[in-house]
Nanobody
Framework: VQLVESGGGVVRTGGSLKLSCVVSGSSFDRVDGIGWFRQAPSGARQGLACISLRDDEVKIYAQSVEGRFTISRRKNTIYLQMDNLKPEDSGDYRC???????????????????????WGQGTQVTVTS
């Protein structure tokens, strides 16, 4: 599975950005969910949002972004619409693929780094004050 992110940039506080994650590869049909993560300069990754690729398209959000970020899907592209951005939202944004079939998605099994099998290279987001 290959994942390629785009859409990052520099935006002022209160602004918006829309990130894209294109998913491809022979194992695409095995992908159960796609997550978006933010990586800090220290290397620590925080799970932000996840969308199930099954028919129910369940969406999971971290509390810190709920109401401001929206995850969506169109075919093999997963989007992260980010509104009302804050300086603390700055970081390297990466999407990742989860190949484990999860009949029930929760924050615990959908926003943890260890649950994901393939990762993109990231796109940088900078929010200025």
């Amino acid at each position: 599975v290959q994942l390629v992110e785009s859409g990052g940039g520099v935006v002022r506080t209160g602004g918006s950005l829309k990130l894209s994650c294109v998913v491809s590869g022979s194992s695409f049909d095995r992908v159960d969910g796609i997550g978006w993560f933010r990586q800090a300069p220290s290397g620590a990754r925080q799970g932000l949002a996840c969308i199930s690729l099954r028919d129910d398209e369940v969406k999971i959000y971290a509390q810190s972004v709920e109401g401001r970020f929206t995850i969506s899907r169109r075919k093999n592209t997963i989007y992260l619409q980010m509104d009302n951005l804050k300086p603390e939202d700055s970081g390297d944004y990466r999407c990742a693929a989860d190949l484990t079939m999860r009949p029930i998605r929760t924050k615990y099994n959908s926003l943890r780094v260890v649950e994901y099998d393939y990762w993109g290279q990231g796109t940088q987001v900078t929010v200025t004050s």
